[in-house]
């Protein structure tokens, strides 16, 4: 059998990372114009969620059900800061 080299790093792994300055906002709650322009911007026409209803329907509805959605990202944003604790 023969020996192995070490294989050489021709680079520095360092410049090949990138500093994410911008993620330092992930874990804010979700504003309700982010939560309206996402609403706003799907696609009407695809096949319906797992509850059954498309986009359509949402954006049809969403006078009457967006305080319901305001809550729901609530509550998802609290349980996730939970379970980080």
């Known amino acids: 059998m023969g020996e192995s080299d070490s294989p050489q790093m021709l680079y520095n792994l360092g410049d090949l990372i990138q500093p994410a300055n911008f993620l330092h906002n992930l874990d804010q709650p979700f504003t309700r114009d982010e ?7 799907m ?35 609290m349980v996730q800061s939970a379970c980080r604790q």
């Open 35 to 41: 939560i309206d322009q996402v609403i706003k911007e």
């Open 43 to 77: 696609p009407g026409d695809k096949a319906p969620g797992p509850y059954g209803f498309n986009a359509k329907f949402i954006k049809k509805c969403w006078n009457i059900i967006k305080e319901d959605f305001y809550q729901l990202f609530r509550i998802f944003i």
